[in-house]
């Protein structure tokens, strides 16, 4: 498992087909970690793209850290492992939390981020959003055993579960994820959406709580489109060809469409 050392920090990566000419960063939510990409949807996007996950501070098996879980700090977190790992643009993807740290990037770094997928992104506002990642904590658990031994027929055991939990119990008692999350409230409706130039794919299920926030964000961003994949929040693990599948759609698209308007104006 490789452990790079970024800022004084060590963070646990994993890269797919080095050699395309193209890169796709993968951004998993809060209180998970990379392998919700890495078992399904990181192999078919690998196809065609350089694939490079990561897991979060405190998250899987990257250095626990005691604060700096806010969205700034987040994104200079992923800038800086672009920089280590010498990527100078990028597709960037981000589910739940991580689709607020993927947004924030392409807001403060738009020359780094070649397309973007938002998949998920709570609204920080919303009452029940706290409520979403608590239920997904404990949900993820149980979605995660029963798929990870559907595809690779390992199960998770129960040394693995314990320190999942000792994660969450980490995260919640000992950093400061909380008082960071409350600061960014108003980050959807403090931002300027509208100046965000980046293409943008949003991939919401059709059945989650943050639906809304997805249709919303469609008015907000102008060139976004909305996808809805059956299932809630929790769509990666329900429907990760769909969502594979969509992603290697959309940034190709977008790139046939870009290279369509150099043409036009070359």
């Known amino acids: ?17 080095k050699g395309a000419e193209q890169t ?24 065609h ?36 790992l010498e990527l100078k643009k990028v597709h960037l993807v981000g589910y739940s939390f991580g689709g607020l740290i993927a947004l924030k990037t392409a807001l403060r770094a738009p020359d780094r981020v070649d397309q973007l997928v938002v998949m998920e992104a709570p609204d920080p506002r919303d009452d029940k959003t706290r409520d979403i990642i608590d239920q997904y904590s404990k949900e993820f658990l149980e979605h995660y055993v029963a798929n990870f031994t559907d595809t690779t027929k390992v199960q998770m055991g129960k040394r693995q579960m314990e320190k999942n939990h000792r ?3 980490f995260l919640f008692e000992q950093t ?23 293409s943008t794919l949003l991939l919401y299920g059709a059945q989650s709580n943050c639906k809304l926030t997805g249709e919303w964000l469609q008015t907000e961003i102008n060139n ?9 929040h929790n769509i990666p693990i329900q429907e990760p060809a769909l969502i594979a599948e969509a992603i290697v ?6 790139l046939f469409n870009s290279n369509s308007l150099t043409q036009n104006h070359g």
Request: aromatic share 10%; no cysteine; charged share 20%.
């Open 167 to 169: 994660m969450y119990e």
């Open 176 to 198: 400061s994820i909380k008082a960071d999350m409350i600061k960014e409230t108003d980050f959807l409706t403090e931002t300027n959406l509208a100046g965000l130039e980046v």
């Open 249 to 254: 759609h959309f940034l190709s698209q977008s």
């Open 49 to 84: 793209y350089h694939v490079v996950m990561y897991d979060l501070k405190s998250h899987g098996m990257s250095e626990r850290i005691l604060n700096g879980y806010d969205l700034e700090n987040m994104s200079s977190d992923l800038l800086g492992l672009m920089d280590f």
């Open 224 to 232: 976004a489109e909305l996808e809805l994949i059956p299932g809630d």
């Open 1 to 17: 498992m490789p452990i790079i050392t970024v800022d004084n920090r060590k963070v646990h990566i994993q890269e797919l087909n």
């Open 24 to 47: 796709v960063v993968l951004i998993h939510g809060m209180f998970s970690n990379l392998s919700i990409y890495y078992f399904n949807i990181a192999p078919i996007l690998a196809q």
